[in-house]
């Protein structure tokens, strides 16, 4: 375990293993490192030096008095900007919209994976009416596994088998010690302005993950944002939806590895 000090003081930890190119994987709302990258690890490790976050308020990382977006991007840059070289991110769901605006924070990285992350468009609810309150009312309860359970069958929308699956999995326990956190992530992305000027040179390669069975909200956000970031491309994962790196690692790891390295 290591640590960097972000911008406003904040002590964020990371995971450092493997070896070659750095590959910073930044977590989304619900998850919790490096279990949330078990299925994976192994092989990334093969091919690149790789950096698992705990983003705030999570593991072995601080957390600040005031919580927004903007902190959050500037964890991971402190964390990019600490390597000697240019790097790669991968950021899932929320952690890709945090990887997304750490992108504008810094020259040191190389290419850019964005595994659907969810912004408020117009025509578009993320949060269905009342489902944040109900989250922090179960948060308030003690009740963190009800609110995490809710917030991926309700938001997410994962399917029951998928819920199953991630319950199953050794990472669940740390899933549920983290859930707190799912209410102040909602509330900020909920409130997130995507501006489209800001991104309009954004030259840095950029993969756009998407599942082949995700539902409207991300489809329709990836479009967005492939329409938005001029050097992006959006490749589809059949029969996936928001959790391929745990339910199709190899689909997801190609993906990553075609990206990143190219074909075999």
Same mark, same amino acid.
């Given at each position: 375990?290591?640590k &960097?000090? *972000?911008k %406003? ?6 995971? $450092? ?5 750095p590959?910073?994987l ?18 990334l490790?093969e091919h690149? @030096?790789?950096?698992?976050?705990? $983003?705030r ?15 959050e *991007? #500037? ?5 990019? %900007? ?11 769901s ?6 997304? #605006?750490a ?6 990285l190389? !290419?850019?994976?964005l595994?659907?992350p ?11 009416a ?5 989250? !922090? ?5 003690? %009740? ?5 359970t ?8 994962l ?8 319950r199953l ?5 740390? $899933? &549920?010690?983290?859930?707190? @956190? ?7 992305e909920?409130?997130?302005?995507? %501006? ?5 040179d954004f ?13 409207h909200i991300?489809k ?20 996936? !939806?928001? @959790? ?5 690692p ?8 075609t ?6």
């Amino acid at each position: 375990m290591e640590k &960097v000090t *972000s911008k %406003d003081g904040t002590s964020i930890a990371y995971h $450092r293993r493997g070896k070659g190119v750095p590959l910073i994987l930044v977590h989304g709302i619900g998850a919790a490192n490096p279990v949330a990258w078990t299925a994976v690890l192994p092989t990334l490790e093969e091919h690149f @030096t790789v950096y698992a976050m705990d $983003r705030r308020g999570r593991g072995q990382s601080g957390d600040g008095v005031v919580y927004a977006i903007e902190r959050e *991007s #500037e964890d991971i840059v402190a964390i990019i %900007d600490s390597i000697s070289e240019p790097v790669n991110l991968l950021g899932h769901s929320f952690g890709a919209l945090c990887a997304l #605006e750490a992108a504008l924070l810094t020259r040191n990285l190389h !290419q850019i994976i964005l595994y659907e992350p969810y912004l408020p468009l117009p025509g578009i609810e993320l949060y269905p009416a009342g489902v944040i309150d109900r989250l !922090q009312a179960m948060v308030d309860a003690s %009740d963190r596994e009800g609110a995490l359970t809710m917030f991926y069958s309700e938001v997410v929308m994962l399917p029951p088998h998928e819920i199953e699956q991630l319950r199953l999995s050794p990472a669940w326990s740390a $899933r &549920v010690a983290s859930a707190h @956190t799912i209410v102040r992530e909602a509330q900020a992305e909920e409130g997130y302005l995507f %501006d489209a000027q800001r991104f309009k040179d954004f030259a840095t390669p950029t993969l756009l993950l998407l599942g082949g069975d995700s539902p409207h909200i991300p489809k329709t956000v990836t479009e967005f944002l492939h329409a938005a970031l001029p050097n992006s491309r959006i490749a589809v994962m059949p029969g996936q !939806q928001h @959790t391929a790196m745990y339910n199709a690692p190899d689909l997801f790891l190609n993906e990553i590895l075609t990206f990143l390295i190219g074909p075999n």
